[in-house]
């Protein structure tokens, strides 16, 4: 079996250029802290081939690589000329309705389907659900008559879009969740497919994530022995992880003697969080570290910090928390969808309310003094991991998943006579097609 996993970036130069400081090769070569290939390597185990594909606005060919850590393709296929026309309109991309569309029309691409039964693919995984591109790959699905599940991990969705997505999201076998505040939302938006919505939780890889000596891990990283660490990792991007909260909170804790935050992350705020640190007078105090490719590089940060906070506004299923608990931290967060699922009040860590600052510094503060209950919450996250977010786990729900996929092929082909994906995207088009021709 040869599986197909679709990003949902508009195109790679997005997100993992724009966003991650990331080139092609280095993509290719090394990079691998995504769940893509988390589920690459998961399913090679299984002795499932997997293909992962980016639309690219470079070149004009497509581009095959195999990736140089995780057994999977990688494919960049560029986007067309439709994609670029679009572009060309101002902010066409700026809304949430302007991003669907160019999601939408960044994956037509006439011979996309050709490239899939190329390539053997039996399967496709689209990520993410309220992407326009999920459009798209279900056209496509349906023309090379294979099934294809949608993940939900986080995203969110235009009340303008749900009914398109209403429309069009049944062509999936399943729609995949990372936690049940998820799925008891996607029930509530897609009752019909009640029965189709699976939680599929993240993993953690415990061959490279578990506890280690914290000296051991400090030395390893040159940091200072005598300096008390607390860690958040996560892009830096403000609308979503909300860093500028956690240095807020930091201006709360100055009368904790020599403690310090790492911030394993880039992204677009990076520069603007420079700023806010330095107007704060943080600079001794915050550390960012830049993103850290090398995983057994983060398990030894992960390490060598006393607690994990994460001060993120919404969550899907933050890998970063299980990480985090592998390594035997409790965890400091703020009481969102996504997070709330994972923390455990008092049990594996302590939640603020309200995305208030000054609560985040107060359970923060709280565990920092209390290291008898820090080594036990700690101790009771690392037992939440292994119980609950096993490779196991979540292999076994996921192959489930797609052989049962597979065995409804046919169930799949039956389309209501006249099902349109949607009023927004045939009006759009035409006018696109003439600015391309023209």
Not at 91 to 104: A, F, L, V
Not at 154 to 172: E, F
Not at 183 to 210: C, E, G, T, W
């Amino acid at each position: 079996m040869h599986i197909g996993i679709f990003m949902h970036t508009n195109y790679f130069e997005d997100f993992f250029v724009k966003g991650l400081g990331l080139n092609e090769e280095e993509y290719v070569n090394s990079y691998h802290n995504d769940f893509s290939f988390d589920y690459a390597r998961l399913l090679n185990k299984s002795g499932i081939r997997t293909t992962i594909y980016n639309f690219t606005q470079k070149g004009d060919h497509v581009r095959t690589y195999q990736h140089g850590v995780v057994d999977c393709t990688i494919k960049f296929i560029p986007v067309g000329k439709l994609y670029k026309a679009y572009l060309a309109i101002p902010y066409s991309h700026r809304t949430p309705i302007g991003k669907y569309i160019s999601q939408y029309v960044s994956t037509i691409k006439n011979s996309l389907a050709d490239i899939l039964k190329q390539d053997g693919i039996d399967l496709i995984y689209a990520q993410e659900y309220a992407s326009g591109r999920f459009e798209r790959l279900a056209l496509t699905a349906k023309q090379l008559n294979i099934p294809i599940i949608a993940a939900y991990h986080g995203g969110s969705i235009h009340k303008w879009i749900l009914p398109i997505k209403k429309r069009t999201l049944h062509k999936a076998s399943f729609l995949t969740t990372l936690n049940e505040d998820e799925q008891r939302s996607m029930v509530a938006h897609f009752p019909k497919m009640a029965d189709r919505i699976k939680l599929v939780p993240n993993f953690v890889n415990s061959a490279i994530f578990y506890s280690k000596d914290k000296e051991k891990a400090r030395a390893s990283l040159g940091l200072d022995p005598e300096t008390r660490y607390i860690i958040t990792v996560g892009r830096l991007f403000e609308h979503q992880k909300g860093h500028s909260l956690l240095v807020e909170a930091m201006q709360h804790l100055e009368a904790i003697p020599n403690l310090k935050v790492l911030i394993a992350g880039s992204g677009p705020d990076e520069q603007s969080l420079r700023e806010l640190i330095s107007q704060k007078g943080l600079t001794d105090r915050i550390i960012l570290l830049g993103s850290i490719r090398d995983k057994e590089m983060l398990a030894n940060y992960y390490n060598a910090s006393e607690l994990f906070v994460l001060p993120s506004r919404y969550e899907g299923l933050p890998l970063v928390i299980l990480e985090a608990s592998a390594c035997g931290l409790p965890t400091v967060a703020f009481n969102v969808m996504g997070v709330r699922g994972l923390v455990q009040e008092g049990v594996n860590g302590l939640l603020a309310e309200n995305l208030d600052p000054v609560g985040l510094a107060g359970a923060l503060q709280k565990l920092l003094e209390d290291e008898e209950s820090r080594t036990k919450m700690g101790e009771n996250a690392q037992e939440i991991v292994r119980l609950n977010f096993s490779e196991k786990i979540t292999s076994d729900k996921l192959l489930d998943l797609i052989k049962e996929s597979v065995g409804r092929e046919a169930a799949l082909r039956l389309w209501p006579i006249g099902d349109s994906e949607g009023s927004l995207i045939p009006t759009i088009l035409p006018l696109l097609e003439r600015q391309t021709q023209g």
